[in-house]
């Protein structure tokens, strides 16, 4: 049986696949008068248009919905998967001695994903220690190898909501390890800062 972090990577190259056959055959709608998908297929006398491919323009419309139908049930899958991570990496940590900020060691094994450009005074982030230019290597159960975009993010803060969410993050070359309680408080969402996909 494949291990949730395996079923990541299978599900998130499948959600690829399919985004390109979509943009593909969104190019073929494009291609024919940018009918899209529901300009009409015939003129004003009711015959089929003849400035068109009118067969290609339904073939590439059926498959989209199709598509798009397997897109929506293949997110819904992603999300559910990358809970299980995430609830399987929680499970390791509550075994795991507590997470303290340690000093002067350097990390080069893991990269940094995300960095932190905001962060509100008073809030579960700034209570747990954050800093603006925090660099994160591990969010809960996230790290680069399986960072699929912020909503990802997002994902793991709810379902932490009231328990303690372990981030390893990069602070001036050295490594802090931080745990976070996410949680309502006076200001907005449940973390109180902001992140951003770094770019290399």
């Known amino acids: ?3 949730p ?6 599900l998130t190259k499948k959600r690829d696949e399919l985004e390109k056959e979509i943009a593909e055959l969104t190019e073929v709608l494009d ?3 940018g009918v899209g998908l529901d300009g009409p297929l015939v003129d004003s006398q009711g015959f089929p248009r003849n400035d068109i491919d009118v067969y290609s323009v339904r073939h590439a419309r059926h498959n989209i919905i199709c598509l798009q139908n397997d897109h929506k049930a293949l997110m819904k899958e992603i999300e559910e998967t ?3 991570i995430h609830a399987q990496a929680r499970e390791k940590q ?5 997470m303290e900020i340690s000093v002067n060691k350097p990390v080069r094994e893991q990269e940094p994903f995300l960095i932190v450009d905001r962060l509100d005074p008073g809030s579960p982030a700034a209570d747990g220690g954050i800093q ?3 660099e994160i290597i591990k969010f809960g159960s996230v790290m680069k190898e399986n960072f699929t975009g912020l909503p990802c993010i997002g994902t793991v803060v709810q379902h932490s ?3 303690p969410l372990h981030i390893t993050a990069l602070r ?6 931080l745990s976070v309680k996410p949680d309502k408080w006076s200001g907005k969402g449940l973390l109180g800062c902001n992140v951003l996909p770094i770019k290399r």
């Open 172 to 177: 001036d070359g050295e490594l802090v390890k």
């Open 1 to 3: 049986m494949a291990t």
């Open 5 to 10: 972090m395996a079923k990541m990577k299978e």
């Open 132 to 134: 603006v230019g925090d």
């Open 161 to 163: 909501k009231g328990k």
């Open 94 to 98: 509550n075994t795991d001695e507590p």
């Open 82 to 84: 990358l809970y299980e």
């Open 31 to 33: 291609s024919q008068q």
